[in-house]
């Protein structure tokens, strides 16, 4: 079933189905989510729209239509400032954009422009006095009623990736003592949430919280739509979200467990700078920090997936550093050793508490320690950017050699 059978006659309810049917068959298929994008805007269904917009424009991020199309579709449900930043990203892929025709639409002060402006850019569905009046009736839309928001006392927003647990809530308190606005994001929604009555009463600074699996694809790229306008700047990424899973020979390897490191280590990691770098790099500033490894930059037996997704982060860092700077962003990387206060063992060892006890006879660092290092890199002066930062306990001189003499450092905490 070609898309070329439809014809302008058809009606749109029978082409919405086409284009579902389509988009089951091949959920990559641009130009079926582009039209069925087009379809959703042109009988109102603009939150359909965006969807079918977002979906079409990850698979073909340069297409020369949809951003501008994404655009109007949040212009029509109120949100101008989403809409603002995809007109702003419709004119960077379609200079054409940036004509005054076009421009008019997304002027703050937004005057309905006259009929045949909206006919000669092609929405003339939306064309007569009834329809364009769907342009201001926000009652027809479930917009979310907007909270009572705390002000925090740093204006930047920091994200952070696995603040369920370990390093990253450890990281997420040490933002929101200081004050800054946190999106904290995991899987564990309650978790999520009992944190963030925590930080809140705590800190009083404002919190967001945001339940995903950063494997999600679709998901994360589409994360700005989940969000409310307020949190849509991300000034810091921290990329902590990650696990090992097993420690065993690479013959014996799970298939299971390797697929799901990659994907979350790596895969997910990647998600994440795809769907936030952007907006950093349209505003020209931002910071992203990865959490890697000592297993990023050595090599120890039975270790073999996981440290081979913290050396492609440690690859990814400087990649990305080489892509990203020319835009006035900085990105960093901190790589511990050991850690404890996290759930990291008793992950990897699939809750086999004997097994997770790797930490009894030393003293390695703890996530707040980690934290530390993640909030000094945040923290450097604009010119400055901490690359790298490699931080072990003092009785651990690499990924082999721990001096497993007791917990000497006890006494001191
Ligand atoms: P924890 O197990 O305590 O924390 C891991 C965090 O990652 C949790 O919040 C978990 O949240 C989240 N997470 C895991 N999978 C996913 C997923 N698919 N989608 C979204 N979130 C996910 O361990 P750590 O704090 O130690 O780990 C944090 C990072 O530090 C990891 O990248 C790890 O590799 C790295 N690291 C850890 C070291 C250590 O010794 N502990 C040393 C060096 C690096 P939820 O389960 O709710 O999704
Ligand atoms: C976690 C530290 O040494 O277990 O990344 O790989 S190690």
């Known amino acids: 079933m070609g898309l070329l059978s439809l014809n302008s ?12 049917n389509a988009i089951q068959l091949n959920p990559k298929n641009v130009d079926a989510q582009y039209q069925l994008g087009k379809l959703y ?11 079918h917009f977002s979906n079409a424009l990850n698979l073909n991020p340069h297409h020369p239509f949809i951003a501008f199309e994404k655009a109007i579709a949040f212009k029509n449900i109120g949100d101008d400032n989403m809409a603002n930043h ?17 421009a008019v639409l997304f002027k703050d002060e937004w005057v309905i422009p006259e009929g045949n402006l909206l006919k000669k850019i092609g929405i003339q569905e939306r064309n007569t006095a009834s329809s364009r009046s769907k342009y201001y009736d926000k009652r027809q839309y479930e917009l979310p009623t907007p909270k009572k928001t705390l002000q925090s006392r ?16 450890a990281t997420a308190e040490k933002f929101a003592e200081a004050g800054y606005r946190i999106i904290i994001t995991g899987r564990r ?28 694809r679709e998901f994360v790229m589409n994360l700005f ?3 409310e306008e307020e949190w849509r700047k991300v000034d810091i990424l921290i990329n902590n979200a990650g696990l090992a899973l097993g420690l065993g020979p690479i013959h014996e390897g799970n298939l ?9 280590n790596l895969k997910g990691l990647l998600y994440m700078i795809r769907a936030v770098a952007p907006s950093m790099v349209r505003r020209t500033s931002g910071h992203i920090i990865n959490v890697a490894s000592i297993a990023g930059k050595e090599i120890y037996p039975n270790g073999n997936v996981y440290i081979a997704t913290k050396h492609a982060v440690d690859a990814l860092t400087r990649a990305a550093r080489v892509d990203l700077s020319p835009f006035n962003i900085r990105i960093s990387q901190v790589a511990p050793g050991h850690v404890e206060s996290t759930e990291f063992a008793k992950v990897r060892f699939s809750g086999n508490t004997e097994k997770a006890k790797i930490y009894s006879d030393f003293n390695p660092i703890t996530a707040t320690d980690v934290a530390d290092a993640i909030y000094y890199i945040a923290t450097r002066a604009p010119h400055v950017n901490i690359q790298d930062l490699l931080i072990m306990g003092t009785q651990q001189a690499n990924a082999t050699t721990i001096h497993r003499t007791g917990r000497i450092f006890d006494a001191e905490h």
């Not at 006659?9 to 579902?20: H, L, V, W």
């Not at 702003?88 to 940036?98: F, G, H, K, T, W």
């Not at 930080?199 to 919280?209: E, G, H, I, L, S």
Request: some cysteine; hydrophobic content about 30%; aromatic content about 12%.
């Open 256 to 264: 299971d467990e390797w697929e799901t490191m990659i994907d979350t």
């Open 154 to 169: 740093i204006d930047k927003t920091v994200l952070i990736t696995g603040a369920t647990s370990g390093i990253g809530r």
């Open 189 to 216: 929604s309650e978790r999520l949430d009992e944190l963030s009555e925590i930080f809140t009463k705590k800190y009083n600074t404002p919190v967001r919280t945001l339940p995903f699996d950063v494997r999600n």
């Open 41 to 51: 805007a042109s009988i109102g269904k603009y939150k359909k729209a965006i969807i």
């Open 86 to 102: 995809y007109y702003e990203l419709a004119c960077d892929i379609n200079p054409d954009y940036r004509e005054e025709q076009y």
């Open 9 to 20: 006659n058809t009606p749109p309810k029978d082409s919405i189905e086409y284009f579902k």
């Open 225 to 227: 739509d989940e969000l």
